[in-house]
Nanobody, 115 residues
Framework: QVQLVESGGGLVQAGGSLRLSCAVS????????MYWYRRAPGKELELVAS???????NYADSVKGRFTISRDNAKNTVNLQMNSLKSEDTAVYFC?????????WGQGTQVTVSS
């Protein structure tokens, strides 16, 4: 059974930093891409960043230069380092992956940026 558990959210002032982590149980981690999504109040789900099994990364334009996604295949974790946070980064952040047959979501972690 694959489970994704996020941690690291919280309240931070604008300009500050947070580091989110997603711990993945099960055997799928190293073979598949990992993703961070977010849902801001009143907005649709947004893909924030992704990292392939080989370590290639992609970012939403809104976070380029401020966020960094990384993975540690030995520890089965994927991290999202968020710097220079803005009020518009306030959202619930979700870790996500998918295999050939199904998708997996974490429960989400709240990030609140105060201006």
């Amino acid at each position: 059974q694959v489970q994704l558990v996020e941690s690291g959210g919280g309240l931070v002032q604008a300009g500050g930093s947070l580091r989110l982590s997603c711990a993945v149980s099960g055997s799928v981690f190293s073979r598949y891409s990992m993703y961070w999504y977010r849902r801001a109040p009143g907005k649709e789900l947004e893909l924030v960043a992704s990292v392939t099994s080989g370590g290639s990364t992609n970012y939403a334009d809104s976070v380029k230069g401020r966020f960094t996604i990384s993975r540690d295949n030995a520890k089965n974790t994927v991290n999202l380092q968020m710097n220079s946070l803005k009020s518009e980064d306030t959202a619930v952040y979700f870790c996500y992956t998918r295999t050939v047959v199904r998708e997996y979501w974490g429960q989400g972690t709240q990030v609140t940026v105060s201006s």
